[in-house]
């Protein structure tokens, strides 16, 4: 079992950047996919990047393809998610989730989730 917290997230003005981070508990954290995801009120939730166990396959929305960029750090049981040139479309509630399979796909099968870092971007 894995335990997930994001942060980061914060107010920012479009055309900024933000990182968030997704700390995990246990030492199994190498063996979890992870996908973050975000949500728009009336929307529902959808995956923008994921990454596997290793690090060495990411996938990305094309909504955010080439704007942000998904990484992890083994050791340090997190996962980032750098996000440059925002949008005020971007602004939602977003998480991280982790499975313990990796598919480059986009689907929301994921087992373990955290609570949520808002991310807002103003015009």
């Known amino acids: 079992q894995v335990q997930l917290v994001e942060s980061g997230g914060k107010l920012v003005q479009a055309g900024g950047s933000l990182r968030l981070s997704c700390a995990a508990s246990g030492r199994t954290f190498s063996t979890y996919a992870i996908g973050w995801f975000r949500q728009a009120p009336g929307q529902e939730r959808e995956c923008v990047a994921a990454i596997s166990r290793s690090g060495g396959g990411t996938i990305y929305a094309d909504s955010v393809k080439g704007r942000f960029t998904i990484s992890r750090d083994n050791a340090k049981n997190t996962v980032f998610l750098r996000m440059n040139s925002l949008k005020p479309e971007d602004t939602a509630v977003y998480y991280c989730?982790?499975?313990?399979?990796?598919?480059?796909?986009?689907?929301?099968?994921?087992?373990?989730w955290g609570q949520g870092t808002q991310v807002t971007v103003s015009e």
């Open positions: 989730a982790a499975r313990n399979r990796w598919q480059p796909d986009l689907s929301n099968e994921y087992t373990y």
